[in-house]
């Protein structure tokens, strides 16, 4: 897949914003890593691979990228302690064959390892950026979130074969209730709501607005990494980041 493809936006896409000089070189920094992770290579629909890890971004740039953490205690599609000292986001699409890679092979030994004993917290950013169905999996994901399902759709939606399946509505359904959502009717509110709609446009204008053109993408404590890396890159950064949290 051609590296143009992979930087493909949604229609609802955010203008861009003024921003500081400092976010500005990380969306520099972020997106020359994404797009090197997307460059020519092994890939399947709708995925960046594996890359070296950016390198550490200036202090004033990682600063910026650092303070995308919301350490909101309410948020439904969060993992892990809202005082955690390292916070991992991560940008992703359900449609993304190396995010599911990733939610597979990689995030549930960092929940083992790191979000279990509270060193990490996990923020997800819905960023679909492979049309329709991507949208309509994001909007499913929030909304089985609002029952507190999110985990449980995140990885029924992720599982291996069921993008392949497609995200009509009858597979989100399908979806939510092998997640066991309790209200389908509210979840297929949810799903077609404001506010569905409103927190998928604040999460892929931050992805934008930083850089981000291809997922998965990571910030660690303001530390960009791109692609579905092997476990290693991640237990890496967390134990920099850790460190460096240490007063």
């Known amino acids: 897949m051609s590296s143009s493809k992979n930087s493909r936006k949604t229609t609802?896409?955010?203008?861009?914003?003024?921003?500081?000089?400092?976010?500005?070189?990380?969306?520099?920094?972020?997106?020359?890593?994404?797009?090197?992770?997307?460059?020519?290579?092994?890939?399947?629909?709708?995925?960046?691979?594996?890359?070296?890890?950016?390198?550490?971004?200036?202090?004033?740039?990682?600063?910026?990228?650092?303070?995308?953490?919301?350490?909101?205690?309410?948020d439904k599609l969060a993992l892990g302690r809202a005082d955690a000292p390292v916070v991992l986001i991560e940008y992703s699409d359900f449609k993304c064959g190396y995010c599911g890679k990733f939610a597979r092979d990689t995030e549930p030994e960092l929940v083992k390892k790191y979000v279990d004993r509270g060193t990490l917290r996990i923020e997800w950013r819905n960023f679909p950026i492979f049309g329709a169905e991507s949208e309509a999996a994001a909007r499913a994901a929030w909304a089985a979130g609002q029952q507190d399902r999110f985990a449980a759709f995140h990885s029924a939606a992720y599982a291996d074969g069921s993008k392949e399946k497609g995200f009509a509505e009858p597979r989100l359904l399908e979806l939510a209730?092998?997640?066991?959502?309790?209200?389908?009717?509210?979840?297929?509110?949810?799903?077609?709501?404001?506010?569905?709609?409103?927190?998928?446009?604040?999460?892929?204008?931050?992805?934008?607005?930083?850089g981000v053109t291809s997922t998965p993408s990571f910030l660690?404590?303001?530390?960009?990494?791109?692609?579905?890396?092997?476990?290693?890159?991640?237990?890496?950064?967390?134990?920099?980041?850790?460190?460096?949290?240490?007063?």
Do not use: C, H
């Open 177 to 210: 209730r092998e997640a066991g959502v309790p209200d389908l009717d509210r979840f297929k509110a949810d799903m077609a709501g404001e506010q569905a709609a409103a927190a998928l446009k604040k999460d892929q204008e931050e992805g934008y607005r930083i």
């Open 12 to 74: 609802s896409a955010a203008k861009p914003l003024l921003i500081s000089a400092g976010v500005a070189l990380a969306a520099v920094t972020l997106g020359l890593v994404s797009w090197q992770a997307t460059a020519p290579a092994e890939q399947d629909s709708g995925s960046a691979g594996s890359a070296p890890a950016a390198s550490a971004p200036r202090e004033d740039t990682s600063a910026a990228l650092k303070a995308l953490a919301r350490r909101e205690a309410g």
């Open 220 to 247: 660690v404590n303001g530390r960009p990494i791109a692609g579905a890396q092997p476990l290693g890159a991640f237990t890496a950064a967390i134990a920099q980041a850790e460190a460096a949290a240490k007063p």
